[in-house]
């Protein structure tokens, strides 16, 4: 699943979709969807992630 980061706009793959839909954690494991380059995962906060579309994840 991708979401976009709302201050970059780029690409963000989920890597855990349990932690993406846990209510009592703030940040989540992901990372940056470049071209066809693999990206080494890191912690984004929730708050800084949309959905594609622009709607907030909360």
């Known amino acids: 699943m991708y979401l976009k980061e709302e201050a970059t706009n780029h690409l963000v793959e989920i890597l855990s979709l349990q932690e ?6 703030p940040n989540m494991s992901a ?13 984004f906060a929730k ?12």
């Open 20 to 25: 993406l839909f846990d209510p009592l954690h």
């Open 31 to 43: 990372r940056y969807h470049y071209v066809e380059e693999v990206q080494g995962p890191e912690i």
């Open 47 to 58: 708050k800084n992630l949309a959905f594609l579309s622009g709607e907030a994840l909360s």
